[in-house]
């Protein structure tokens, strides 16, 4: 379970937001990796499940993956071209094999120079390959998607059922969670969209068409929180306007509508946290600032309530990410991981030991960031010693966070919560 937001110029005034919050299986490690600009001899790309045709050039992209699987969950390319997904559940067949969403997202980011391009990449792979095959990391979980895609300029929402789609151009403000959003408000549609729901008994005729009322199982959209993040995440903009910038996105990311009980777990909390019924946790998050100059803003780590936001540039042949491959990313990951599963015995003080130590620094690294563009873009090697110190420091506090936290009094915590993270303990240790 996810969500996904983006706001254009037409509200900033100069830059478009992106921000997006992965949600799934807590014992799932999630990285940010970067993959430069390649040519390709071979004529097949390998994706999770399936082969398709390969391209002869593939764009720079900076990715958020699962460590399991080829695609990811969110990530940019060296055009500015920025794509989140989200699972979505229609009442199409999903196909036992095809291309994961998050496959999708990864070739469109190779592949596509602008939001449009990528939209029209996308839409393509749906009529040719179909999306489909398992998107579970132990369990079994199959589902269609949407998207947010946008560039510098424009931004869309895209939804699907199997191979068939609709697409409404973004404003202001764009939202989407796990649920269909587009009604008969769409500004593109795949020709047999709705003449395939006619046929189906899914509406009546083109007169009485919405999207989402044909193509959704609505129990889905309900079970998965996915109405109330999406009322959510639109109330807590609004309640922003008109700042908006990405400490603002961060803000949002990190936010539980169910206070700072993470024990009770909601689907209805931004930064979703699993115990007891509540399967799914918020595993990685992603801030970006797309303008003259693009800042992405990543966690690599879960729970951003309990993360550092670290800056990084990229270009076509490097990033400023201080690690070169998906193993060194993993030590990150687990690193911090051991601060969280700490603060599972005792959640609002190991919160309040986060803030001691984070909230100055991190307001520290949003002013130093702005401070390095003032005088014109510094060059790439100013950019990747400054990433490097924050990955550094963000490191070290962990260190000091995982210290302090590894003999906390345990708080109030139900008996269902104690079992689910005891399960998932001696599975994490496998």
């Given at each position: 379970?996810?969500?996904?937001?983006?706001?254009?110029?037409?509200?900033?005034?100069?830059?478009?937001?992106?921000?997006?919050?992965?949600?799934?299986?807590?014992?799932?490690?999630?990285?940010?990796?970067?993959?430069?600009?390649?040519?390709?001899?071979?004529?097949?790309?390998?994706?999770?499940?399936?082969?398709?045709?390969?391209?002869?050039?593939?764009?720079?992209?900076?990715?958020?993956?699962?460590?399991?699987?080829?695609?990811?969950?969110?990530?940019?390319?060296?055009?500015?071209?920025?794509?989140?997904?989200?699972?979505?559940?229609?009442?199409?067949?999903?196909?036992?094999?095809?291309?994961?969403?998050?496959?999708?997202?990864?070739?469109?980011?190779?592949?596509?120079?602008?939001?449009?391009?990528?939209?029209?990449?996308?839409?393509?792979?749906?009529?040719?390959?179909?999306?489909?095959?398992?998107?579970?990391?132990?369990?079994?979980?199959?589902?269609?998607?949407?998207?947010?895609?946008?560039?510098?300029?424009?931004?869309?929402?895209?939804?699907?059922?199997?191979?068939?789609?609709?697409?409404?151009?973004?404003?202001?403000?764009?939202?989407?969670?796990?649920?269909?959003?587009?009604?008969?408000?769409?500004?593109?549609?795949?020709?047999?969209?709705?003449?395939?729901?006619?046929?189906?008994?899914?509406?009546?005729?083109?007169?009485?068409?919405?999207?989402?009322?044909?193509?959704?199982?609505?129990?889905?959209?309900?079970?998965?929180?996915?109405?109330?993040?999406?009322?959510?995440?639109?109330?807590?903009?609004?309640?922003?306007?008109?700042?908006?910038?990405?400490?603002?996105?961060?803000?949002?990311?990190?936010?539980?509508?169910?206070?700072?009980?993470?024990?009770?777990?909601?689907?209805?909390?931004?930064?979703?946290?699993?115990?007891?019924?509540?399967?799914?946790?918020?595993?990685?998050?992603?801030?970006?600032?797309?303008?003259?100059?693009?800042?992405?803003?990543?966690?690599?780590?879960?729970?951003?309530?309990?993360?550092?936001?670290?800056?990084?540039?990229?270009?076509?042949?490097?990033?400023?990410?201080?690690?070169?491959?998906?193993?060194?990313?993993?030590?990150?990951?687990?690193?911090?991981?051991?601060f969280y599963r700490n603060s599972l015995r005792n959640y609002e003080l190991a919160e309040m030991y986060f803030e001691e130590?984070?909230?100055?620094?991190?307001?520290?690294?949003?002013?130093?960031?702005?401070?390095?563009?003032?005088?014109?873009?510094?060059?790439?090697?100013?950019?990747?010693?400054?990433?490097?110190?924050?990955?550094?420091?963000?490191?070290?506090?962990?260190?000091?966070?995982?210290?302090?936290?590894?003999?906390?009094?345990?708080?109030?915590?139900?008996?269902?919560?104690?079992?689910?993270?005891?399960?998932?303990?001696?599975?994490?240790?496998?």
């Amino acid at each position: 379970m996810c969500d996904t937001i983006v706001i254009t110029p037409k509200i900033t005034g100069d830059r478009m937001l992106f921000a997006k919050n992965s949600d799934r299986e807590p014992n799932e490690p999630q990285v940010m990796v970067y993959f430069p600009s390649l040519y390709h001899e071979e004529k097949e790309l390998s994706t999770t499940y399936i082969k398709i045709p390969q391209v002869k050039r593939t764009k720079a992209i900076l990715l958020s993956k699962p460590s399991w699987m080829w695609g990811g969950e969110m990530g940019i390319n060296e055009d500015n071209v920025v794509i989140g997904n989200e699972a979505v559940f229609t009442k199409e067949p999903v196909q036992e094999k095809g291309l994961l969403g998050m496959d999708i997202l990864r070739i469109a980011l190779e592949r596509a120079d602008s939001a449009d391009s990528a939209l029209e990449i996308i839409t393509a792979l749906l009529e040719s390959h179909g999306q489909g095959g398992n998107g579970g990391f132990t369990k079994r979980l199959k589902y269609h998607n949407s998207f947010i895609i946008a560039d510098k300029k424009e931004a869309w929402i895209l939804e699907t059922a199997g191979k068939y789609w609709a697409a409404k151009k973004v404003e202001t403000i764009g939202t989407i969670s796990n649920l269909l959003t587009i009604s008969n408000d769409f500004d593109l549609i795949h020709p047999d969209t709705i003449q395939n729901a006619v046929r189906k008994g899914w509406c009546k005729s083109i007169d009485d068409f919405e999207f989402n009322k044909a193509y959704e199982r609505r129990l889905y959209a309900v079970l998965s929180g996915g109405r109330d993040r999406k009322k959510r995440t639109e109330w807590l903009i609004r309640e922003k306007l008109p700042e908006l910038t990405a400490k603002e996105m961060m803000d949002i990311m990190r936010d539980h509508i169910s206070g700072n009980t993470i024990t009770k777990g909601s689907m209805k909390d931004i930064c979703m946290h699993a115990g007891g019924i509540i399967s799914s946790q918020t595993t990685a998050s992603m801030i970006c600032e797309i303008g003259d100059v693009t800042t992405v803003w990543v966690t690599n780590n879960s729970a951003p309530c309990l993360s550092i936001y670290k800056p990084v540039w990229f270009n076509s042949k490097e990033s400023t990410l201080p690690y070169d491959s998906e193993e060194e990313a993993l030590k990150h990951w687990y690193h911090w991981e051991r601060f969280y599963r700490n603060s599972l015995r005792n959640y609002e003080l190991a919160e309040m030991y986060f803030e001691e130590v984070v909230a100055d620094y991190e307001s520290e690294l949003l002013k130093r960031t702005k401070e390095l563009f003032k005088e014109g873009v510094p060059d790439f090697e100013t950019l990747k010693a400054f990433s490097a110190e924050v990955f550094d420091k963000s490191w070290k506090i962990g260190d000091k966070l995982i210290e302090k936290t590894s003999k906390l009094k345990p708080g109030k915590r139900s008996l269902l919560f104690k079992i689910y993270w005891f399960n998932q303990k001696m599975k994490f240790l496998r």
